[in-house]
């Protein structure tokens, strides 16, 4: 059971916008950065999102991230293929003095 | 380009030990916390343990605290992971990604390295 809540499954058809859920406490989201990484079949993670809602360089702005309160989004537009890839959210927890992971997201592009 | 190459796993018995390595390069290795995240098969990522820049502060999961030791060699550009008294749930592919002046701000990963504890 992971301490931040993601659904396990989402899906959109090319050209669609999905937004992927991710909830928390006031130990972890609602204190803290949220953080977003993508992970594509067989490869390492990749850094989306950081401090909530900032692209690194080389995201393309189709990737979005949100927060408020103790939960956060992920909001991905103009869907595309390539997009098929689990999606987790991360922050750090006070409570624990440890980073925690959501279970992840695996998003189908239809 | 940044680079971080981990290598040392393996297969090893339950209660053994190993040890993981993670090469850094293209960067300033001192400069940058490290960290190691793992992920068992067909499972979600686990963060597993923390260093500062200079090595003086460490933080660990609870799944590891007192078995793995966590530590760097910034003369050798060099992040290991010591692990001993390893279980079957142990059994992951182990990453390393340095961080970026927050906790939880994994900028660059490696390809990871399997580690598989079975007899």
């Known amino acids: 059971q992971s301490v931040l809540t993601q659904p396990p499954s989402a899906s959109g058809t090319p050209g669609q916008r999905v937004t992927i859920s991710c909830s928390g406490s006031?130990?972890?989201?609602?204190?803290?950065?949220v953080y977003w990484y993508q992970q594509c079949p067989g490869t390492a993670p990749k850094l989306l999102i950081y401090r909530n809602n900032q692209r690194p360089s080389g995201v393309p702005d189709r990737f979005s991230g949100s927060k408020s309160g103790t939960s956060a989004s992920l909001a991905i537009g103009g869907l595309r293929s390539e997009d098929e890839a689990d999606y987790y959210c991360a922050a750090w927890d006070d409570l624990s003095g440890q980073a925690v992971f959501g279970g992840g997201t695996q998003l189908t592009v239809l | 380009e940044v680079q971080l190459v981990e290598s040392g796993g393996g297969l090893v018995q339950p209660g053994g030990s190993l040890r993981l390595s993670c090469a850094a390069s293209?960067?300033?290795?001192?400069?940058?916390?490290m960290n190691w995240v793992r992920q068992a098969p067909g499972k979600g990522l686990e963060w597993v343990s923390y260093i500062s820049s200079s090595g003086t502060t460490k933080y660990y999961a609870d799944s590891v605290k007192g078995r793995f030791t966590i530590s760097r060699d910034n003369a050798k550009n060099s992040l290991y992971l010591q692990m001993n008294s390893l279980r079957a749930e142990d059994t992951a592919v182990y990453y390393c990604?340095?961080?970026?002046?927050?906790?939880?701000?994994?900028?660059?990963w490696g390809q990871g390295t399997l580690v598989t504890v079975s007899s």
């Open positions: 293209a960067f300033t290795f001192s400069s940058y916390e």
């Open positions: 990604a340095r961080g970026n002046g927050y906790l939880v701000y994994f900028d660059f």
């Open positions: 006031s130990s972890n989201i609602g204190t803290n950065y």
